[in-house]
């Protein structure tokens, strides 16, 4: 299948840092990309959808100026968390879809803990 | 109505047993049912995926059951193996918007030898 590949796997920053979370689609060119939230032992999260070369989409309950989303290329979508605190702790996953066929692909996701 | 609703929680299973994990969902805009595996800390992984056109998609192991006029679908996992304990996700998406998968709660699946 498609490659989607997410760096970094985890990142441990103090209360108040910006961590940035960068998505790649390896093999193919995403004009769309989604970013994903994850708690433990509970289900994916709609954050926001990614369109490369115009803003972002943000779900309801989801605070754009928080969470900071760059679609610069047809194959990089970044998703940066401005001045993080515990609560922003979390596992974020991204993904993207082949064009003209729908499966979505999922990278590896970012473990973010805010100390 | 845009909700998926997937049971069980959990399921233990012995090893060379079926694993049936169930999703139902109410909006009849959906038509693109993927199944996702999850290790942890590890992204889900496209298992299988049926659209309403079929009752039915195997591959391998692993087959989808889709019941149009009933609004469920379900996964089982044949001769179930220890490599596979994982959680499982079933979603849901519309043709108006293919991308935007919204997902079951999830199924943690533990195999035992």
């Known amino acids: 299948g498609a490659v989607v590949s997410q760096h970094p796997s985890w990142v441990i920053c103090k209360s108040g840092t910006s961590v940035k979370i960068e998505c790649r689609s390896l093999?193919?060119?995403?004009?769309?990309m989604f970013w994903y939230r994850q708690f433990p032992k509970q289900s994916l999260m709609l954050m926001a959808t990614?369109?490369?070369?115009?803003?972002?989409?943000?779900e309801q309950g989801v605070e754009k100026d928080k969470f900071l989303i760059n679609h610069a290329s047809l194959t990089l979508s970044t998703l940066t968390v401005t001045s993080a605190h515990p609560e922003d702790s979390s596992f974020y996953i991204c993904?993207?879809?082949?064009?003209?066929?729908?499966?979505?692909?999922f990278g590896s996701g970012t473990q973010l803990s805010v100390l | 109505q845009q909700q998926v609703k997937q049971s069980p929680q959990s399921l233990i299973v012995q090893k060379g047993g079926i694993s049936i994990i169930n999703c139902a969902y109410e909006n009849t805009a959906f038509d693109y049912f993927p199944w996702y595996q999850q290790f942890p800390g590890k992204g889900p992984a496209l298992l299988i995926a049926?659209?309403?056109?079929?009752s039915e998609k195997k591959e391998g192991r692993f087959t989808i059951s889709f019941n149009k006029s009933a609004k469920q679908f379900s996964l089982h996992i044949m001769d179930s193996q220890p490599g596979d304990s994982a959680t499982y996700f079933c979603a849901a998406s519309g043709s108006y918007n293919t991308d935007k998968l919204i997902f079951g709660t999830g199924t943690r699946l533990q195999v035992f030898p």
């Open positions: 049926i659209r309403p056109d079929v």
């Open positions: 990614s369109n490369e070369g115009s803003k972002a989409t943000y």
């Open positions: 093999d193919f060119q995403a004009t769309t």
């Open positions: 993904s993207a879809s082949l064009p003209g066929d729908g499966k979505l692909f």
